[in-house]
């Protein structure tokens, strides 16, 4: 059973802002479970729990910029829905 929490999915993730996507992109990480998310200046998004947060960057372009890759789209949820989330969560 997933813990309880705010998840945080990124996908159609791509190299750069710039190219067209044409396979829908990589799967991002899952982030989670989160006990806050914070936006600071429409431009910085902290996940995090009390302790320890991660950090995406949201370009002017819209992309979610994490770990050197730009994903154009994340899903919000509040329990891990299937088990290939598991392959792709980020521990603190």
Known sequence: MAQEGIYIQLFEG?????????????????FGPLTFVEVANGSLVKLGIEVDHYE?????????????VYYGNFSVFLERRDDSHLSRHQGF
């Open 56 to 68: 995406l960057t949201i370009t002017a372009n819209g992309f979610a910029y994490y770990d050197g």
């Open 14 to 30: 791509q190299e750069n802002e710039v190219d067209e996507l044409h396979d829908g992109g990589k799967d991002g990480p899952v």
